[in-house]
């Protein structure tokens, strides 16, 4: 039995865990295993990039950040596009499998990745997904690798700033990954204790931002949670177009800074800004990541040794679920304004600006 993988997109803290979840399962099911290693992603597997792996490049890995295999961003759009070359992505993909003579590709991607993987099994190949993103915005599962790492670390740099913000009676802005989903601001805002958390789903009012209550009550600071992909609600009313422009032509580094600004300008406060940036992605996966990252990555080998394809390997309601690709590809999971989380937050005077 030949078995492809790859990591792709954005890295995380679990990558090299769940890897291993797969590999141990083959190899202690059966004794005629052999993995393919694709090096840096989907790249690997359109320019024949590989190395054959051996057992022991599984071991003393469960607790390691990044991916053993590298990775790179293969844009979804793009691969129906040849490259500089005239190669067509696709059908090399299809030759490189059929050429190794696999029999069957795990992929460990997030949203566009998986994208590609359904693609993949469009094309008639043996595709499995692993649902891997600090952002848990994979339809169809409850939860993603990555995603509670990610929280902790974010959750840290809140924490961190809380100390200073009060020491100096500051307003702070933690800017947090996430430009479509907000789950990641969301969790760690609740799980920090910001007073006001900003997402992608909810579009603010920076007068609302601004209007800071825990001032009039004698509070010395506050802590604002954003996401970086947060809009006010004037820009959530531009086109798509018209929103691309704007951000091209932005004065500031980022939302965050310009959330500062505005607040500066309509306050008076002083206000920071702290981005802790790709932070959230490293470092050593949490004991959570590596419990739900090994049983993903068993599932996903146990599935490999029944013949069963075409699927992301998700949890639903802490069981494993086995979700179609086809149900899950281009589909975001997004918050709702009247998520269970967010109307609790609000209960407890969390502002969303809106």
């Not at 609740?190 to 601004?210: S, T």
């Not at 004065?251 to 790709?278: C, D, F, W």
């Amino acid at each position: 039995m030949r078995v492809g993988m790859l990591t792709s997109g954005g890295d995380c803290q679990s990558l090299n865990a769940t890897m291993r979840g797969v590999a141990k399962t083959l190899y202690n099911q059966r004794k005629d295993v052999e993995i393919i290693g694709f090096i840096e992603g989907y790249r690997g597997l359109i320019y024949e990039d590989y190395r054959i792996m051996k057992s022991k490049d599984f071991s003393g890995i469960l607790t390691n950040g990044g991916t053993i295999l590298g990775t790179s961003r293969q844009p979804f759009k793009l691969m129906r596009v040849p490259d500089e070359n005239g190669l067509d992505k696709v059908e090399a993909m299809k030759n490189t499998y059929k050429k190794l003579k696999l029999d069957c590709l795990v992929v460990l991607g997030g949203n566009g990745s998986q994208k590609t993987t359904n693609l993949l099994r469009q094309e008639g190949l043996n595709v499995i997904g692993l649902p891997k993103t600090i952002d848990n915005d994979l339809w169809g599962t409850d939860v993603t690798f990555g995603f509670q790492s990610a929280i902790n670390l974010a959750t840290q740099t809140i924490d961190c700033i809380h100390t200073t913000a009060a020491s100096h009676g500051r307003v702070f802005i933690v800017e947090i990954m996430g430009h479509k989903v907000g789950w990641l601001t969301l969790h760690a805002g609740i799980a920090g204790g910001a007073d006001i958390i900003l997402v992608p789903e909810i579009p603010y009012d920076i007068n609302k931002v601004a209007v800071n209550k825990r001032a009039k009550e004698g509070k010395r600071f506050s802590i604002i949670a954003v996401a970086e992909g947060a809009i006010s609600k004037e820009q959530a009313a531009l086109s798509k177009k018209e929103y691309k422009k704007y951000i091209a032509t932005r004065q500031y580094p980022s939302i965050s800074y310009e959330i500062g600004a505005k607040i500066s300008e309509l306050t008076g406060q002083e206000v920071r800004v702290a981005v802790p940036g790709h932070m959230q992605r490293g470092g050593s996966p949490c004991p959570y990541d590596r419990v739900l990252s090994t049983r993903l990555g068993a599932a996903a080998g146990k599935m490999i040794l029944d013949g069963e394809f075409g699927y992301l390997v998700g949890m639903k309601n802490n069981h494993i679920a086995k979700i179609p690709l086809a149900d899950v590809a281009g589909k975001l999971k997004m918050i709702q304004p009247d998520d269970e989380m967010v109307q609790e937050a609000k209960l407890m005077g969390i502002s969303f600006g809106d």
